[in-house]
């Protein structure tokens, strides 16, 4: 098969499927990973596609049909947990969801100053807080089943530090889980945490 027939089928697999895993998409086509990274980055520069961890996902754009109905994570499309949401207050009045915090920050720094408000549940006692004044734990042992790196909120520094003692990881405030994330998602593992 040639590269552009197993970019266009990545393409529309993407389009289908949502989310797709590097390693899934080599035993699919028969070919190294290598390979299918060279092939899914015109799509990564085209925009269509966006990096995950081990995978990529199908880019949200404005011009896509908002995600009303909440049951489906605005960002990767997975379904919505309560225990872990991340909501998005944006400036036209719409709210988006995302199923974690992991989605929800990502999204965040997806929309800049659009987003009014944010919030998210507080791990231990799922009481909803605001995100910007939430502290944040990654790398922890602990896994929920959602999106990696996993990111758990806690109202209260020492709450997240308490169970980083248990649990183990990184506590982070927002503006620094935010790039945390970014440089994880993009390769980059050189960030420790910012308390």
Known sequence: MLPLERQNRIKKL??????????????????SEMTIHRDVKG?????????????????????QETN????????????NNDRLAYRLILS????????????????????GD???????????????????SAWFVMDTTLHMGCCQPQVLTFEWKEHAEKFVKGFGGEVYAFQAAKKALFEKMNGNTTCGGKH
Do not use: W
């Not at 390693?23 to 699919?28: D, G, I, N, Q, Y």
């Not at 659009?114 to 910007?132: E, G, H, Y």
């Open 43 to 63: 799509l990564l520069d085209q925009g269509i596609v966006k990096k995950t961890f081990g995978g990529i996902s199908l880019v949200h754009t404005e011009h």
């Open 68 to 79: 009303t109905s909440h049951d489906a994570c605005v960002f990767c499309s997975r379904k």
């Open 14 to 31: 993407i389009y289908e499927k949502k989310n797709l895993k590097i390693a899934e998409l080599s035993k699919t086509f028969g070919v």
């Open 114 to 132: 659009k987003v009014i408000q944010a919030i998210c549940p507080d791990f231990f006692r799922q009481t909803t807080i605001s995100a910007p």
């Open 92 to 111: 036209n009045d719409k709210i988006e969801m995302a199923c974690c915090a992991h989605c929800g920050l990502l999204r965040h720094q997806q929309l």
